[in-house]
């Protein structure tokens, strides 16, 4: 794979493209007039927003005389790997950023100078995870950073107004559009090595998401996963057949949601077990195994916190998907001239919009939708998904 500059990375999206590089030049001209130290990039799911805050990160660091981001030298490589050591690539686990995890590590990170490069950058994805302690806790380091210090907030918006407005006031705003299909086949077919009509079908399912796609075309349980929650659609109209099937696909997106991190989350508790000496024989070795059983303790709860959120993710995922097909049924019902989300579901699509009528298919994405909000407010998955199923057979005229 051929190693691409920051404006090459940044080809597909011109405004995005412009508005970094000529940031970057100021920096590196000394121009802080024209340079911004906070800025926020709002964007849709999967537009890359965090990468082009790295490729952001990489043009700043950069040390190529001659070319701004040149993609080749050591300081370029590490910053679009997320691994240079003046850069803090923050990248939440929990369904909120802790405040003291602001305090206790962002902050300071923030205020050091740079050890290597000329800057030191603050990438924090799913900053809209700040709540209202945290984005405090925060607020001063955004309003007054250090000299050379510059702080990337990355959210999954289009409107730039759901994000915190006391940090959104002090930020220089960037929107950063979802990429275009043929960029993501690119993508996908130079980067994953899929055969381009994989890599179109993984475009078109994730809406131009590039890490979903970039998932459907590597694994196996990815698309099977996509597939069942599809076929639920075409489920609803056989009875006990729906009910069996949400249970089996609750259990498999749970299970998919842990297998992704058990290696992870493994490697982690090994490390601290290996770093408190458990194991350790001899004289205080009692003593020392007591006090690390607090510290296994407070690592078992925060992992189980993570794995509440990534288990809301995947749920959101399986719901999207499934809103999908019944997107693709009214665009077919309505004669409307726009591609479909699953084109290999074509078929699926064309019966539920001969079947169900146009108020009913409204209902089916107000049905999902619910199914979102019910999950956010701590309602047991099996419970939203079954009741989802119930209002989708209503919505459908199921008796």
């Known amino acids: 794979m051929t190693t691409r500059s920051v404006s090459e990375r940044l080809a597909g999206t011109p405004s995005v493209r412009d508005t970094i590089m000529s940031a970057a030049q100021a920096a590196r001209l000394g121009d802080g007039y024209a340079m911004t130290h906070a800025w926020l990039f709002t964007g849709p799911p999967g537009a890359g927003r965090s990468q082009a805050a790295l490729a952001f990160a990489a043009a700043l660091m950069c040390t190529n005389p001659d070319e701004i981001g040149c993609g080749r030298c050591e300081n370029c490589r590490q910053a679009l790997a997320g691994t240079h050591t003046d850069l803090l690539h923050v990248v939440p686990q929990r369904v909120n950023i802790p405040v003291a995890y602001v305090r206790d590590t962002i ?69 950063v559009p ?42 196996d349980k990815v698309q099977q996963r996509r ?15 729906a009910f069996q099937a949400v249970s089996a696909l609750v259990k498999a997106a749970e299970s998919e949601a842990v297998e992704a991190h058990k290696a992870e989350d493994e490697a982690e508790r090994a490390k601290l077990e290996n770093a408190l000496g458990m194991g350790a024989k001899g004289k205080g070795s009692a003593k020392a195994l007591g006090g690390a059983a607090a510290s296994i303790k407070a690592l ?42 699953h084109p290999d579901y074509e078929g699926l699509a064309r019966e539920i919009a001969e079947r169900v009528s146009p108020e009913g298919l409204v ?12 999950l956010t407010q701590q309602v047991q998955p099996a419970v939203a998904f079954n009741g989802m199923l119930g209002h989708l057979r209503l919505a459908c005229n199921v008796s």
């Open 363 to 374: 209902a089916c994405q107000e049905a999902i939708a619910q199914c979102r909000l019910r």
């Open 107 to 175: 902050v300071p990170q923030a205020s050091r100078l740079p050890t290597v490069a000329d800057w030191r950058v603050i990438v924090i994805e799913n900053a809209d995870r700040l709540n209202t302690d945290a984005a405090d806790a925060l607020l001063k380091t955004v309003e007054e950073p250090p000299e050379h210090t510059m702080i990337i907030m990355c959210a999954p918006s289009t409107d730039p107004r759901d994000f915190p407005q006391t940090l959104r006031s002090r930020c220089r705003h960037l929107y």
């Open 300 to 341: 078992e709860e925060e992992q189980k916190k993570r794995g509440t959120r990534r288990k809301r993710d995947m749920f959101d995922l399986v719901l999207v998907d499934l809103a999908g097909v019944y997107r693709d049924a009214m665009m077919l019902q309505s004669g409307a001239d726009l591609p479909l989300i």
């Open 227 to 241: 597939s069942m929650a599809i076929n639920l659609a075409e489920l609803v109209f056989h009875g006990a057949q």
């Open 178 to 219: 979802a990429p275009a299909e043929d960029e993501v086949v690119r993508i996908l077919v130079e980067e994953e090595g899929a055969a381009e009509h994989d890599a179109r079908l993984a475009a078109a399912a994730t809406m131009r998401h590039v890490g979903r796609a970039r998932l459907l075309v590597r694994s």
